[in-house]
């Protein structure tokens, strides 16, 4: 696609349940980042995948996150056993490489209630 | 660990002034150099990048870079209300993962 796609825009969630959250990063991008963003904050870097390499796991706040990258393309971030501290707009960019230039989508505001 | 710093703000400029927003990154070694803009409720947008030393120009926008310093920043000329967001300094740094690290923003807020 043209650019960064995300879903759903927006997800409400009760406390304890899972979710997953997508992003469909631009064609040929081989480098995708997700960050997590509360109300007022910066951006919090969550993980990072660069083409085959072992991503960079080192912002996943705790083992309830993960995330995958099937085939280089479309990732999955999930949450499991949702807290109410994880509400906050969830943003995923790619890059052509690295050391290149982000994109972003138009993230996904997760509602923990 | 390596880390790009940028004053908070927020940074108040009267309408039609210069805004000058700093950045300094700990990684003597980094190569590339972005400006984003957030506005409110939105994503963050690319504007500027700078790869060498010295000013690069676009529209009312000048990035500056002097990596002797580790020092990038932008320049905002003709400041206009619609200016007003949060601009995330962003920093390619050598070594181990290279991947864009972001500062936390400086707000800026253009004074009608």
């Known amino acids: 696609g043209a650019g960064v796609s995300q879903s759903p825009s927006n997800k409400v969630t009760e406390k304890g349940k899972d979710v997953e959250l997508r992003c469909d990063p631009i064609?040929?991008?081989?480098?995708l980042y997700w960050y997590r963003q509360s109300l007022g904050q910066g951006l919090e870097f969550l993980i990072y995948?660069?083409?085959?390499?072992?991503?960079?796991k080192s912002g996943l706040p705790s083992d309830r996150f993960s995330a995958e990258r099937t085939g280089g393309s479309v990732s999955t971030l999930t949450i499991q056993r949702t807290q109410q501290e994880d509400s906050a707009v969830y943003l995923c960019?790619?890059?052509?490489?690295?050391?290149?230039?982000?994109?972003f989508g138009q993230g996904t505001r997760l509602t923990v209630v | 660990q390596k880390e790009v710093e940028q004053n908070s703000g927020p940074l108040s400029v009267p309408e039609g002034a210069i805004a000058s927003l700093n950045c300094t990154y700990s990684?003597?070694?980094?190569?590339?150099f972005f400006w984003y803009r957030q506005y409110s409720g939105k994503s963050p947008e690319l504007i500027m990048s700078?790869?060498?030393?010295g000013d690069k120009e676009d529209g009312r926008f000048t990035a500056q870079l002097n990596k002797a310093s580790q020092y990038v920043s932008l320049l905002i000329r003709d400041s206009q209300p619609s200016d007003s967001a949060t601009y995330l300094c962003?920093?390619?740094?050598?070594?181990?993962?290279?991947?864009?690290?972001f500062g936390t923003g400086t707000k800026l807020q253009v004074i009608p």
């Open positions: 962003a920093v390619v740094f050598s070594g181990g993962y290279q991947k864009v690290t």
């Open positions: 960019a790619s890059s052509h490489a690295g050391n290149t230039e982000a994109f």
């Open positions: 990684d003597r070694g980094s190569q590339s």
């Open positions: 995948f660069q083409g085959n390499s072992a991503p960079d």
């Open positions: 700078i790869y060498s030393n």
């Open positions: 064609s040929g991008h081989t480098a």
